[in-house]
């Protein structure tokens, strides 16, 4: 095929709106009431959610010309490698950084733009959200590799390139928490997640690290662990890394399952 | 390795089993028997007939299908209850399917005590076969099932009692398939969710026709279809024995 043909130029808004409205939920602090304030902002090109929100901060005045607090978020690095900026836009979770006014506006063919913050988070005021559990599920499955001891352990073993590639791919992961949100099985801590889950397969697939493989298999496998799956996948198709979040959970439940038919023969 | 499994874990893996193994394999004989219909009262009658002529019958009807069915029925309305339904945000395929199997496992909850209090005990009270159930009557099985049949409502009712039983089973061996990790890669997934389809619309087919072999002889397909194995038949209809 001629390159020149294959090359499709991204589609682009024709016809901007004057102004964009941004409905945003706000929350006074955590256990308060959620409510709706619509903001207005002149289109301007090249907008992303973030300097939008940067905009409405300098001047928090809602459409009905109501005197407000500037809206409250989370940002890092603008780059989507940080993942702390992840909020639902227009009713689907991801990176706001990432998220630019001109594809969301050609998507939704309106001009009003709606930010909530992560419905499965704590909620601690605003977009802001508190994500303090993906920590806790990366200790129930041990995600660490234990190196310390009291002698030298010298040079790991090699790895190979397949292994390294597959290893590379879960090691993307940023904690953003789209797999989760995203997920209709995830909420009331009776499924620890797919997050969870990718980075134990990271820990087990390490040469050193597979030594404490029972201990992250333990943590997948009590009652709140990797059961409850309920295998829509919409995990994978939301992870702005492109994890193979649905490969890691199936290679799991495949070690889970032989162990749990075939590991009672050995005894 | 030492792995302590949970409960949870032990019930989820006793459920995707239940619907394959004793519920999944029953399907698949149950429409044999109903697509003897085709052929006919005598025909389906025979084959009911042998059903109770089976040894250790009332056995493999409370362990192999009342037990697991039981089981299955209630716990996944219990994992149906769990469901934080999402798909109108995010809208895939396999998000809609996700859906799709609670919706099915909950109309097929009403619809299976419906269906085995009328045809298997006979007590549903207004209709024909009150009292005088299926079971039991294996001489006079098809004029009971045709008689509730003459019914429209009670015919469509168990029309949609087969396609949500298709396509309940067939994409419950996906889940088991993908679940068990035993369908792993994505192409692998395409394959199977592909072949699931096809065996939903197949059964579905095999369902609805037999179904409707109880109001029109042969069913959808030309009498003529039928008529070789009506003329090929050996054994006459049993006349009452006097000794």
Known sequence: ?267 | MAIKFSNTFLLRKLHQLTGVVPLGAFFFVHMYTNSAAMNGARSFNKHVQDIHDMPYLIFIEVFGIFIPLLFHSIYGVLISAEARANAVNYSYGRNWFYIFQRVTGIFLFFFLLFHILNLRFGLIPGLESFGNPVAGNGGRAFDIVATEFKHIAILIFYIFGVIATAWHLAYGFWLFAVDWGIVIGEKAQKIGLYASIGLAAFLSAVGINAAISFVDPCGLFPASFCEAAEKNKIIEPEAPRKF
């Open chain 1, 1 to 267: 095929m001629n390159p020149a043909n294959s090359h499709h130029e991204k589609k682009r808004l024709e016809n901007p709106p004057k102004s964009i409205k941004f409905k945003i939920q706000r929350r006074e602090k955590e256990g308060a009431n959620a409510y709706w304030e619509t903001f207005e902002l002149p289109y301007r090109r090249n907008l992303n959610v973030i300097s939008a929100l940067m905009d409405i901060r300098k001047n928090p005045v809602t459409v009905e010309g109501k005197q407000t607090t500037p809206p409250v978020w989370d940002m890092s690095c603008l780059e989507q490698v940080c993942g702390i900026c992840t909020m639902v836009i227009d009713g689907r979770v991801r990176q706001s950084c990432s998220a630019l006014i001109d594809d969301i506006l050609l998507e939704s063919g309106g001009d009003t733009v709606s930010l909530a913050p992560m419905s499965k988070f704590p909620n601690i005021r605003d977009l802001k959200v508190d994500r303090s559990q993906m920590f806790e599920h990366l200790k129930q499955v041990h995600a660490w590799i234990e190196l310390d001891g009291t002698y030298d352990l010298g040079p790991g073993p090699a790895i190979s390139n397949e292994t390294a590639q597959e290893r590379y791919a879960y090691s993307r992961c940023m904690t953003c928490g789209c797999c989760l949100e995203a997920c209709p099985q995830y909420g009331d801590d009776n499924y620890i997640g797919p997050q969870a889950i990718a980075q134990a397969k990271l820990f087990n697939m390490h040469p050193v690290g597979k030594t404490n493989t029972e201990d992250r298999l333990n943590g997948l496998m009590g009652d709140d662990g990797i059961t409850a799956c309920g295998n829509a996948q919409n995990c994978v198709q939301v992870c702005p890394m492109s994890i193979p979040l649905t490969r890691a959970i199936y290679e799991t439940n495949r070690d889970i399952t032989v162990n749990a038919l075939f590991g009672w023969l050995k005894k």
